[in-house]
């Protein structure tokens, strides 16, 4: 198969990505199977459903991950199963109506591993890396709360203006880190 493009801009894998993804997902498949089962407590139903969503999130970063060495792929797919099954428990309590404590004394997540906090942070940079110097800028402005007319006052613009515009630099890097499935809070 060719590279391109499918029904709904999805990109095709390549002959070769398909291959690495295989491989990976043979090496790598009841792992994260019985990591999503531990937590889970065992359900099937949703171990199943998220690991499909993991290895989905996998295809799509597939071009950049295959320089990876195999530790840093299992560490990408453990965290993204965590963050997926979150938003799982989360979606959950919000249908069913209990508080969301409930999932955050959850023994089972209760604590990021190292590994998975190194992990998020290089993948944070990675995406903020990305981002032109203006944007950079501009984000750096609205995590730490400063105006944008501190860092250059002799910007003429409105301060409404540079409001948006800090707000949207910071959208276009959160949807970033959200197409890898990640969560910026």
């Not at 800028?137 to 409404?160: A, M």
Request: proline share 1%; aromatic share 10%.
């Amino acid at each position: 198969k060719e590279c391109g493009e499918q029904q709904g801009g999805e990109r095709m894998l390549n002959s070769e990505e398909e291959r690495f993804l295989r491989e990976i997902y043979q090496k790598y498949a009841e792992k994260l199977y019985r990591f999503l089962s531990g937590l889970s407590s065992g359900s099937d139903k949703i171990s199943e459903d998220i690991c499909q969503e993991v290895w989905i999130s996998f295809a799509r970063q597939i071009q950049r991950m295959e320089s990876w060495e195999d530790k840093q792929i299992l560490a990408w797919l453990r965290l993204m199963a965590r963050v997926k099954y979150r938003r799982y428990i989360k979606k959950q309590e919000k249908r069913d109506g209990r508080p969301l404590e409930t999932f955050l004394r959850d023994e089972n997540c209760a604590g990021d591993s190292a590994e998975d906090i190194a992990l998020l942070e290089i993948l944070c940079k990675e995406k903020f890396s990305e981002l032109t110097e203006t944007e950079k800028e501009l984000v750096r402005c609205k995590i730490y709360g400063v105006s944008y007319r501190q860092t250059h006052p002799g910007d003429t613009r409105s301060e409404n203006a540079l409001a948006i515009r800090c707000s949207r630099a910071f959208r276009k890097w959160k949807r970033r880190i959200q197409e890898d499935g990640l969560e910026y809070s």
